[in-house]
């Protein structure tokens, strides 16, 4: 082994060394350089996490975006630094996303649904929704990214949503429009006075703090269900507002009717039963071949 290195020579020993140190210098550079974007991607993130002026339902896809944007120039600077041919991984990343995109064709879709939706914007961050297959999807939006919608529901539990399963199928906003219409039905019984019943519940309406002026309050009969009649209240509010009007106009039909001498009404009907009159049997005739044979 001792004859071994005495016959290397001096000057190749010096291109190892130079060689190591090199490289040396170039892998410390491509840490400071992974090291340094780290540093910047999240600094980056944070200040769009926090900037305000940006719409709260494009404030996470652009922290995403902004953050392994820039995590991915930097490794690719530190590959270049360490002598690795970036083309050749571009190249190699692009075969093996198509591969990816082909086995995963479910998240695809969950992406281009996600990105339909911020362009579209058929709801934002804080908007009440209802979608998915048969309406099975219900609560208020608290995060769209490019995967899946986070919702919470009205009893407080968090619901991740696929976005190809809202985008597929309708939406319905409540939250969009600015006011909103309720229609409640009442009913009384139809020995009351009907007309009666109505004025009360129309002046009731008009009364409530948070029924609009216009549209008008609307009281009318709907329907007659057996010996009951069913009178609609139909107001409209503002939607902040709409559940407490709601609540409210429940809870004070019942008393003013009551007030108004209209009674809680008690379903019946009336079972008529008809006897048919007895068959009246009558006395075989004997057969005329009978009869000549007699």
Request: net charge positive; glycine share 6%; proline share 5%.
């Given at each position: 082994?001792?004859?071994?290195?005495?016959?290397?020579?001096?000057?190749?020993?010096?291109?190892?060394?130079?060689?190591?140190?090199?490289?040396?210098?170039?892998?410390c550079a491509a840490i400071a350089i992974l090291w340094i974007g780290w540093w910047i991607a999240r600094r980056v993130g944070n200040w769009f996490a926090r900037q305000e002026s940006i719409d709260a339902t494009l404030r996470p896809i652009m922290r995403d975006?902004?953050?392994?944007?820039?995590?991915?120039?930097?490794?690719?600077?530190?590959?270049?630094?360490?002598?690795v041919q970036t083309a050749s991984i571009v190249a190699v990343l692009g075969a093996a996303g198509l591969a990816i995109g082909l086995a995963l064709q479910g998240t695809l879709q969950n992406i281009a649904a996600g990105i339909m939706l911020l362009l579209l914007?058929?709801?934002?961050?804080?908007?009440?929704?209802?979608?998915?297959?048969?309406?099975?999807?219900?609560?208020?939006?608290?995060?769209?990214?490019?995967?899946?919608?986070?919702?919470?529901?009205?009893?407080?539990?968090?619901?991740?949503?696929?976005?190809?399963?809202?985008?597929?199928?309708?939406?319905?906003?409540?939250?969009?429009?600015?006011?909103?219409?309720?229609?409640?039905?009442?009913?009384?019984?139809?020995?009351?006075?009907?007309?009666?019943?109505?004025?009360?519940?129309?002046?009731?309406?008009?009364?409530?703090?948070?029924?609009?002026?216009?549209?008008?309050?609307?009281?009318?009969?709907?329907?007659?269900?057996?010996?009951?009649?069913?009178?609609?209240?139909?107001?409209?509010?503002?939607?902040?507002?709409?559940?407490?009007?709601?609540?409210?106009?429940?809870?004070?039909?019942?008393?003013?009717?009551?007030?108004?001498?209209?009674?809680?009404?008690?379903?019946?009907?009336?079972?008529?039963?008809?006897?048919?009159?007895?068959?009246?049997?009558?006395?075989?005739?004997?057969?005329?071949?009978?009869?000549?044979?007699?």
């Amino acid at each position: 082994m001792a004859s071994l290195f005495n016959h290397i020579q001096p000057s190749n020993w010096n291109f190892l060394w130079d060689a190591l140190t090199g490289f040396a210098l170039r892998l410390c550079a491509a840490i400071a350089i992974l090291w340094i974007g780290w540093w910047i991607a999240r600094r980056v993130g944070n200040w769009f996490a926090r900037q305000e002026s940006i719409d709260a339902t494009l404030r996470p896809i652009m922290r995403d975006t902004s953050l392994w944007g820039v995590r991915l120039v930097a490794i690719v600077g530190a590959l270049s630094q360490i002598g690795v041919q970036t083309a050749s991984i571009v190249a190699v990343l692009g075969a093996a996303g198509l591969a990816i995109g082909l086995a995963l064709q479910g998240t695809l879709q969950n992406i281009a649904a996600g990105i339909m939706l911020l362009l579209l914007r058929p709801f934002k961050v804080g908007d009440s929704i209802e979608g998915g297959s048969g309406a099975s999807v219900a609560g208020t939006v608290e995060e769209v990214n490019l995967f899946t919608t986070r919702l919470t529901k009205a009893d407080g539990i968090c619901e991740y949503v696929p976005n190809s399963g809202l985008w597929s199928n309708s939406i319905r906003n409540y939250s969009r429009n600015p006011t909103r219409r309720l229609d409640l039905e009442v009913e009384v019984s139809v020995s009351d006075d009907t007309n009666r019943a109505i004025d009360v519940l129309r002046k009731l309406a008009a009364a409530e703090p948070h029924v609009l002026a216009s549209p008008e309050p609307q009281v009318m009969v709907s329907r007659f269900d057996d010996s009951t009649a069913v009178l609609n209240i139909r107001v409209w509010s503002n939607i902040d507002t709409f559940w407490d009007m709601r609540w409210s106009l429940a809870r004070k039909v019942r008393q003013a009717l009551n007030d108004a001498q209209c009674a809680l009404p008690l379903r019946t009907r009336e079972l008529h039963i008809v006897q048919a009159p007895p068959v009246q049997s009558t006395p075989q005739s004997t057969p005329p071949a009978a009869q000549r044979s007699a």
